[in-house]
């Protein structure tokens, strides 16, 4: 019912930033709860950031509070991952997911509830 596409992953230096988009198809973007996740070789996939379906409420993975921020802007379909301040442990396949719901508990910090996944797109940091 939704596609999700990845962009704007690539090569950064420590220190750097990055912005992440993912682009929704259909008209009913703002009914999903959306997450991103990251996963590395060798590594579970692991939980970065969710937002609600109208960006008022965030949560983001005590790794990365402080420095990247998640947001939507449903008018686009959209949504972002700011990345500030990278560190090569942030070296990892990022993927966006959603989730129709209107209710949220600790089922958002876990990959097997969302019913969608982008293709991922590449982030890696260098030292």
């Known amino acids: 019912q939704v596609q999700l596409i990845e962009s704007g992953g690539g090569s950064v230096q420590g220190g750097g930033s990055l912005r992440l988009s993912c682009a929704a198809s259909g008209r009913t973007f703002s009914s999903y709860f959306m997450g991103w996740f990251r996963q590395a070789p060798g590594k579970e996939r692991e939980f970065v950031a969710g937002?609600?379906?109208?960006?008022?409420?965030?949560y983001h993975a005590d790794n990365v509070k402080g420095r990247f921020t998640i947001s939507r802007d449903n008018a686009k379909n959209t949504v972002y991952l700011q990345m500030d301040s990278l560190k090569p442990e942030d070296t990892a396949v990022y993927y966006c997911?959603?989730?129709?719901?209107?209710?949220?508990?600790?089922?958002?910090?876990?990959?097997?509830?969302?019913?969608?996944w982008g293709q991922g797109t590449q982030v890696t940091v260098s030292s």
């Open positions: 997911a959603a989730r129709e719901t209107s209710s949220y508990s600790d089922w958002i910090y876990k990959w097997r509830e969302y019913d969608h």
């Open positions: 937002i609600s379906r109208r960006g008022g409420t965030t």
